[in-house]
C-alpha cells in the first residue's frame, strides 16, 4: 500500500500555502453584490513549482475546494505538471494520478517532497503525449486533518475535484476529459471516483479508470495484513483515522498496550525507504491477532466495510485493473474475486497480472500498460474486455 520516493529524511512540515486564503470582505452590501460562493474544485491558491520536473514541462502546487464527509467545503492539495508547449485547440485531457499509502500525518502529503515528480510513473511518457498529469494529496495530507485514510468518498471526491482544479491553472491547457489511475490506496480512490464522477462531476468526462492492486476488500485487507510486519501499518493507519473520522475509540478494538505503538505509526510516513523501515520497527510492540474479533462483526465497522468497498456503483467508466500475484498485502485471490464481481456486473473489464510482482512494484512495472490503455480510451479506440462472456 505504500510507495517509495528517494531519500531517507523525514518530510517537511506543511507551510503557509497548505492554509486557504481568508476570502476579501466587499465594500457592497450584500443586497447589491453578487459574489459567488466557493464551489467544489475551485483553485485557491497555486505556486510554481521549482526546478521543472523534466525539460519541456512546468508544474504547479495547488489547493482547492473540495466537499468534506459532512458536505462542507474543505481545503485539499495537490500538483498539476503540464508541457509546455502550446497546447492543442481542444485543450489537452487531463490524467488524474491518485498515490498508494504515504501516511496519515499532515507532513505526508507527496506534494511536500522535494521528490514528488519521482512518485508518478512514466511522467515523461505522460508530457510526451501531451497529457496533463493532476495528483491530489488527498483531503487532511498537507491540510488540516484527520486524514480520512481508505474513506472513498473523501478520496473520490478529491481525485475529482483535483481534475477540475486543474482546468483553472493558466498555461496547462487541460479540458474536462479525464482519465484517473491510481495504485493500491490510490486504486482504491480511482475506483471510487469512477462511480462517483457522473453524480459528483456532470461537467467532467471520464474515459476510463485504472486501478493498480487496489484496496477493496476492506474487511479482508484488514484480516489479511493483521500479522504481516507491512501489513500491520496498513491497520494501524485505518484503525487510527477511523476511530477519529467515524468516532469509534480505539480502546474498543484494541488492547490498551497497543494503542502508543498504534499512534506512533500513525505520525510516521513510508514515503521513502528509510521511513517505511521506522514505521515498521515501530510494529515490534504489536503482537500477532491484536485485533478483538468484534471488529469484524460490530454492525457499525461491518457498515463501514461495505460504504467503503468500491464496486457498490456503476464503474463509471472503462476499467483497467492490474495485479502482482506475489503480493503479500493486496491479496491476488482478493483483487480476482473483485475483478470477478465487476464482470458479474457487466463492467467492461481488461484485467491483468504479472507473476513475480510484489506490492510495491505493482505500480512501476504495470504502469507502461495503464498508460497505453488511458491513450486508447482518449483515442476513442473501443475498450478490452478480459471478462468471460455472460
Not at 523534466?54 to 481545503?75: F, N
Amino acid at each position: 500500500m505504500v510507495a517509495f520516493a528517494s531519500g531517507c529524511t523525514a518530510p517537511p512540515r506543511p507551510d503557509g500555502f497548505y492554509i486557504a486564503p481568508k476570502r476579501k470582505k466587499s465594500a457592497v452590501s450584500e443586497e447589491t453584490q453578487t459574489v459567488r460562493r466557493r464551489r467544489p474544485g475551485d483553485l485557491l491558491r497555486s505556486e510554481p513549482m521549482t526546478p521543472p520536473p523534466l525539460p519541456g514541462a512546468a508544474a504547479w502546487k495547488i489547493l482547492y475546494a473540495s466537499t468534506g464527509l459532512d458536505g462542507q467545503l474543505i481545503e485539499v492539495s495537490g500538483v498539476v505538471i503540464a508541457p509546455t508547449r502550446q497546447a492543442p485547440i481542444h485543450g489537452r485531457n487531463v490524467v488524474a494520478w491518485a498515490h498508494p499509502t504515504t501516511g496519515v500525518a499532515r507532513n505526508c502529503a507527496p506534494s511536500i517532497l522535494k521528490g514528488v515528480f519521482e512518485t508518478i510513473p512514466h511522467l515523461p511518457a505522460l508530457m510526451a503525449l501531451d497529457d496533463v498529469v493532476v495528483a491530489t494529496d488527498y483531503p487532511g495530507l498537507g491540510t488540516t486533518g484527520p486524514h480520512p485514510y481508505l474513506v472513498g468518498l473523501s478520496e473520490g471526491r478529491a481525485v475529482l475535484d483535483a481534475v477540475r482544479a486543474a482546468q483553472q491553472v493558466e498555461k496547462t491547457g487541460a479540458n474536462s476529459r479525464f482519465a484517473v489511475w491510481g495504485h493500491s490506496q490510490g486504486g482504491h480512490a480511482a475506483l471510487f471516483a469512477g462511480q462517483l464522477a457522473k453524480s459528483y462531476a456532470p461537467d467532467l468526462t471520464l474515459v476510463g479508470v485504472a486501478a493498480i492492486a487496489p484496496a477493496t476488500d476492506l474487511e479482508q485487507l484488514l484480516k489479511d495484513d493483521e500479522d504481516e510486519r507491512a501489513g500491520k501499518i496498513i491497520v494501524s493507519y485505518c484503525l487510527w483515522s477511523w476511530s477519529r473520522v467515524y468516532t469509534t475509540p480505539l480502546e474498543d478494538w484494541v488492547s490498551a498496550d497497543v494503542i502508543p505503538a498504534i499512534d506512533r505509526i500513525a505520525g510516521d510516513c513510508v514515503e521513502t525507504e528509510g521511513e517505511a523501515l521506522g514505521a515498521m520497527f515501530a510494529t515490534v510492540p504489536i503482537p500477532a491477532n491484536y485485533l478483538s474479533p468484534g471488529i469484524f462483526t460490530n454492525e457499525k465497522w461491518r457498515r463501514l466495510f461495505v460504504e467503503n468497498r468500491p464496486g457498490g456503483a456503476p464503474a463509471g467508466a472503462p476499467l483497467y485493473v492490474a495485479q502482482g500475484l506475489d503480493d503479500p498485502i493486496v491479496r491476488p485471490t482478493v483483487t480476482a474475486d473483485f475483478v470477478a464481481g465487476l464482470c458479474r456486473a457487466g463492467e467492461t473489464v481488461r484485467y491483468e497480472t504479472f507473476p513475480g510482482v510484489g506490492h510495491m512494484k505493482a505500480g512501476r512495472v504495470s504502469a507502461s500498460s495503464a498508460i497505453q490503455w488511458m491513450q486508447s480510451r482518449f483515442d476513442g479506440v473501443r475498450a478490452p474486455n478480459t471478462c468471460p462472456p455472460m
